[in-house]
């Protein structure tokens, strides 16, 4: 079975486990005409009890498939204030947005974020 070629994980590392719950937006990001940026919203989806989106977009191939392109910027915006809302911890920041560009289509790129009430980090993951 083929596998979406943009998945994401949370962890709470101030808890040490998965952050269930955390909505994530896809998006493409292009340059405009005019020096602006045109952002596509191109998936949503919350993470599941192991604090992963394994179906962030379709797996290539399929009927429903988007196509990823080479050389692109993409983005994925984590609603991070709700997750800590549930829990009655204030945070700092409201949403974490990474940025990254796409070199090759054919790889999977694998997003992962660790969050705590005030700090974050993430890496190019496997």
């Not at 998936?43 to 989106?53: F, K, P, V």
């Not at 692109?72 to 829990?87: C, H, L, R």
Request: with cysteine.
């Amino acid at each position: 079975m083929s596998k979406s070629p943009i998945t994401c994980h949370v962890l709470d590392a101030s808890l040490g486990k998965p952050a269930t719950g955390v909505e994530a937006r896809l998006y493409r990001v292009e340059a405009t005409a005019d020096g602006a940026r045109s952002e596509q919203q191109l998936a949503q989806g919350l993470t599941n009890s192991d604090g992963r989106i394994l179906d962030l977009l379709p797996p290539r191939g399929s009927e429903n498939a988007i196509e990823i392109l080479s050389g692109q910027n993409y983005k994925i915006i984590f609603s991070t204030k709700p997750y800590f809302d549930q829990s009655g911890r204030t945070s700092f920041y409201p949403w974490v947005e990474i940025p990254f560009t796409i070199q090759n289509p054919e790889e999977h790129y694998h997003i992962p974020l660790l969050i705590s009430p005030f700090s974050f980090t993430t890496y190019r993951g496997s």
